[in-house]
């Protein structure tokens, strides 16, 4: 396997450790306040991906430019976009969100 594919996978098997020995109560009574939520078919992208899918876009994306999000529900890929292109796409016909 390729040395940069592991060690991605040995940051993912480190973070995924950490996660583990940061639970407390209180972190999971909010996972429980946000997973009374949703209906048993609903999956929310977990912010971190909704990120790394937003860096991924070409490089001639700018505020200006239409995407369409396809699984539309609790608005994590227009948050980040929001995020990464700021005051420049409130308000244009930028995010395009597609209820699932």
Same mark, same amino acid.
């Given at each position: 396997?390729?040395?940069?594919? &592991?060690?991605?996978?040995?940051?993912? =098997?480190? @973070? =995924?450790?950490?996660?583990?020995?940061?639970? *407390?109560?209180?972190?999971?009574? =909010?996972?429980?306040?946000?997973?009374?939520?949703?209906?048993?078919?609903?999956?929310?992208?977990?912010?971190?991906?909704?990120?790394? &899918?937003?860096?991924?876009?070409?490089?001639? *994306?700018?505020? @200006?430019?239409?995407?369409?999000?396809i699984?539309s529900? *609790?608005?994590?890929?227009?948050?980040? &976009?929001?995020?990464?292109?700021?005051?420049?796409?409130?308000?244009?016909?930028?995010?395009?969100? &597609?209820?699932?």
């Amino acid at each position: 396997m390729h040395p940069a594919i &592991l060690s991605c996978l040995e940051d993912k =098997i480190h @973070n =995924i450790h950490q996660l583990g020995t940061e639970i *407390t109560p209180d972190t999971i009574g =909010i996972a429980l306040r946000k997973l009374s939520r949703l209906s048993v078919s609903e999956v929310v992208t977990p912010p971190a991906v909704a990120r790394e &899918l937003v860096e991924s876009l070409p490089p001639e *994306t700018t505020a @200006n430019s239409r995407i369409l999000d396809i699984a539309s529900k *609790t608005g994590e890929f227009a948050g980040v &976009l929001l995020q990464k292109y700021g005051d420049g796409i409130k308000g244009a016909s930028t995010a395009f969100p &597609l209820p699932a």
